[in-house]
């Protein structure tokens, strides 16, 4: 009676390898037959050759410059008052006005510098986070139209790195080692994007 218990478990257990061992025969079979479509991204390929990044990065490098020539109008007017001081007498009165006034423009100016950065950062960040939210809108919309089953993203990072750090983050980040051309769509993205973005222009 003992011996019955013991052999009913293992009976169980070969069942169960026995329904694993068919079900793993299947799945790849079922899979072929209906077909997997995979599509690659190169994100930094879409990034470099979307028409609306280009003029938005304009934008931001306009904006960037307009600061830099602030910041540059009010380092002169210090080094001219500067200059002017130091022809002054010691101890003046005017010459101790000046050196007040040095002191006020020079802390006008480190607070303009950082607002100026701050704001460049909060815009560039902006402008990052509105063009990948429209990267991904259409790869999601290719992927729906030309139903996809899968699109990874593809990474192809700089190895030329003098530290291992870096270079172990790198490889570390990349995602795909190889496909073939076939199954890379980033010129279809690119071309969908400049596509809707010309269209936007046109309604302004």
């Given at each position: 009676m003992k011996n019955s218990f013991v052999r009913i478990p293992n009976l169980c257990l070969v069942l169960v390898l026995l329904v694993s061992i068919t079900t793993l025969n299947i799945i790849p079979v079922t899979a072929e037959t209906k077909g997997f479509k995979i599509g690659i991204v190169d994100i930094s390929g879409?990034?470099?050759?979307?028409?609306?990044?280009k003029n938005l990065d304009q934008g931001l490098k306009d904006l960037e410059k307009e600061f830099q020539d602030e910041i540059n109008?009010?380092?002169?007017?210090?080094?001219?008052?500067d200059e002017e001081t130091q022809l002054l007498d010691?101890?003046?009165?005017?010459?101790?006005?000046?050196?007040?006034?040095?002191?006020?423009?020079?802390?006008?100016?480190?607070?303009?510098a950082k607002f100026a950065e701050r704001q460049l950062l909060k815009r560039y960040k902006t402008f990052f986070e509105q063009i990948y939210a429209e990267v991904i809108k259409m790869v999601e919309k290719i992927g729906d139209k030309?139903?996809?089953?899968?699109?990874?993203?593809?990474?192809?990072?700089?190895?030329?790195?003098?530290?291992?750090?870096?270079?172990?983050?790198?490889?570390?980040?990349?995602?795909?080692?190889?496909?073939?051309?076939?199954?890379?769509?980033t010129a279809s993205v690119v071309e969908h994007l400049n596509s809707e973005y010309s269209k936007e222009k046109g309604k302004k």
């Amino acid at each position: 009676m003992k011996n019955s218990f013991v052999r009913i478990p293992n009976l169980c257990l070969v069942l169960v390898l026995l329904v694993s061992i068919t079900t793993l025969n299947i799945i790849p079979v079922t899979a072929e037959t209906k077909g997997f479509k995979i599509g690659i991204v190169d994100i930094s390929g879409v990034f470099e050759k979307y028409e609306k990044r280009k003029n938005l990065d304009q934008g931001l490098k306009d904006l960037e410059k307009e600061f830099q020539d602030e910041i540059n109008k009010k380092r002169k007017e210090m080094i001219d008052l500067d200059e002017e001081t130091q022809l002054l007498d010691l101890g003046s009165e005017t010459r101790r006005k000046n050196e007040d006034m040095l002191e006020k423009k020079n802390v006008e100016l480190e607070g303009y510098a950082k607002f100026a950065e701050r704001q460049l950062l909060k815009r560039y960040k902006t402008f990052f986070e509105q063009i990948y939210a429209e990267v991904i809108k259409m790869v999601e919309k290719i992927g729906d139209k030309e139903s996809y089953d899968l699109i990874i993203k593809k990474e192809e990072p700089d190895l030329n790195s003098g530290q291992i750090s870096d270079l172990q983050f790198k490889i570390g980040i990349r995602t795909v080692l190889y496909h073939s051309k076939a199954v890379d769509i980033t010129a279809s993205v690119v071309e969908h994007l400049n596509s809707e973005y010309s269209k936007e222009k046109g309604k302004k």
